[in-house]
Nanobody, 123 residues
Framework: QVQLVESGGGLVQAGGSLRLSCAAS????????MAWFRQAPGKEREFVAG????????YYADSVKGRFTISRDNAKTMAYLQMNNLKPEDTAVYYC????????????????WGQGTHVTVSS
């Protein structure tokens, strides 16, 4: 079973940058797409970005398009989310997730989840 561990969250001022990392426990991950979701207090978990298992296709929520970049390094079984020009509304717990098949935007479609990493953006 794939286990995912996120890191890289923290406190940053608006306009700043953070890079989140997601480490997968096994190479099975290399055949699965990967996604980042986030959940703000009192809100539902929402799709942020996704990447195909080859890395050739990426998908973004409209709210982060042009500011966030998802990538992966299958040799290291790692995935990343580079977040630039952060805004206070980006404050949330960020989760990486994976599943067999294709990238989906619905949290319930994902089998494997990390524990989450907190991102706080101050104004």
């Amino acid at each position: 079973q794939v286990q995912l561990v996120e890191s890289g969250g923290g406190l940053v001022q608006a306009g700043g940058s953070l890079r989140l990392s997601c480490a997968a426990s096994e190479r099975t991950f290399n055949n699965y797409p990967m996604a980042w979701f986030r959940q703000a207090p009192g809100k539902e978990r929402e799709f942020v970005a996704g990447i195909s298992w080859t890395g050739s296709s990426t998908y973004y929520a409209d709210s982060v398009k042009g500011r966030f970049t998802i990538s992966r390094d299958n040799a290291k079984t790692m995935a990343y989310l580079q977040m630039n020009n952060l805004k206070p509304e980006d404050t949330a717990v960020y989760y990486c997730a994976s599943r067999p098949g294709l990238v989906r935007r619905i949290p319930g479609d994902y089998n494997y989840w990390g524990q989450g990493t907190h991102v706080t953006v101050s104004s």
